[in-house]
């Protein structure tokens, strides 16, 4: 039988472009490769600090390390506590790890999947150095109901470039914010991160554990701190720089393409976005969340449900597996994150950057699948 959809999905990243190009072939020509030689990455780092409303940004090899250096930076040491959302890439924990703290995952609110404050506060202990609210999906995180908590706020922003909260960007919200430019990203340049501050202390040490524990406007043999090179390249600044100028027209294309897939959504039964945090002004829909209700789709689990979709040329994602389930977390149980391996879906980024009519196969193909297993019960 034919599939419901036969056409493709547009990739991600997007072709480059005319200007892409041509930074690129200035690094390469130019032999300044390096983030020490040239004047990519830091000119890069300026744009992007003031693309979210901060005074100073680092860039850095990925989004893992953004993380790390954040954290250490802001006082994070061996034997410390950082409380993380159970519901998130597992760098939000391995990131807090590197650091030599510990990882204490909380569990997540019901209807957004975010963050869930109240469980952070019963965590939060006398070993507690630090909070990692994370913009899920491109949703930005309540941090003003963390700061009850006394310890810094560290944004793990990776999905959530050009996100804002009433009215506030993304990476401004906390005492630092780090994003990522991994490939599957809002912005990429196949791997990358930076970490942004209005901290100017903050800053500087920042700017030393990337470069080998150099100070700013000191000599290059001088290491008056443990530091490691972690610097982002010249090539990746110059494939990062010419995106922050599309990046706002993409977010405009994506918020369309979710109200639309909202819409043909409606006639699914148990088939239904997740709700966005209040005070959301800028979702940047890196991804669209479903919840799926398997009594509505005649009781077969989540794992027939994706691969019936992708049999009908709609390839949804699994989403994540809880923290509190993995060995190097502490916290204990996450009810609703860990039933949120059952229940919810996702609509990736790059099907976002498609039409209308996509969403409504997308919708459509939701129906064909509910229809067929509604004929089929799921029995053991």
């Not at 019936?308 to 994540?320: C, F, R, S, T, V």
Request: glycine share 10%; with cysteine.
């Amino acid at each position: 039988m034919t599939p419901v959809r036969t056409k493709g999905w547009p990739q991600w990243p997007p072709p480059a472009t005319d200007e892409q190009r041509e930074r690129l072939l200035r690094v390469l020509e130019g032999g300044a490769w390096g983030a020490t030689a040239g004047g990519e990455t830091e000119s890069f780092a300026t744009a992007f600090a003031e693309s979210v409303g901060a005074s100073y940004g680092v860039c850095t090899v990925n989004g893992t390390v953004a993380l790390f250096l954040a954290l250490r930076a802001l006082g994070v040491r061996p034997g410390d506590e950082v409380i993380v959302p159970a519901y998130t890439f597992v760098a939000s924990a391995t990131a807090v790890v590197l650091a030599g703290a510990r990882p204490v995952v909380a569990d997540v609110l019901p209807d957004t999947l975010h963050l869930d404050p109240a469980a952070a506060r019963r965590l939060a202990g006398p070993r507690s150095r630090a909070v990692m609210p994370v913009h899920l999906a491109g949703a930005p995180a309540d941090t003003a109901s963390l700061r009850s908590l006394g310890v810094p706020v560290v944004e793990d922003a990776a999905q959530a470039h050009g996100a804002r909260l009433h009215g506030r960007p993304a990476g401004s919200l906390g005492d630092a914010g780090c994003f990522s430019f991994q490939s599957g990203k809002a912005m990429t340049a196949g791997e990358g991160g930076i970490v942004v501050t209005d901290d100017r202390h903050v800053y500087e040490r920042l700017w030393s554990l990337h470069n080998v524990g150099r100070r700013i406007g000191g000599g290059w043999y001088e290491h008056p701190q443990l530091g490691w090179n972690l610097r982002m390249t010249e090539f990746q600044a110059a494939v990062l720089h010419p995106q922050l100028a599309v990046l706002e027209a993409q977010l405009e294309h994506r918020s369309a393409r979710a109200a639309a897939l909202a819409g043909a959504l409606r006639e699914v039964e148990g088939l239904e976005p997740v709700g966005v945090p209040e005070g959301t002004t800028r979702h940047t829909w890196h991804l669209a969340m479903l919840r799926y209700d398997r009594a509505a789709f005649g009781g077969h689990p989540k794992a027939a449900f994706l691969d019936a979709m992708a049999a009908e040329g709609i390839p949804l994602d699994a989403g994540y597996r809880s923290l509190s389930r993995e060995p190097y977390t502490e916290g204990g149980p996450c009810p609703v994150a860990e039933a949120a391996e059952d229940t919810v879906v996702w609509v990736r980024q790059p099907m976002l950057m498609a039409d209308d009519a996509a969403m409504a196969d997308i919708g459509h193909a939701a129906l064909v699948v509910q229809q067929a297993f509604r004929k089929r019960p799921f029995s053991r």
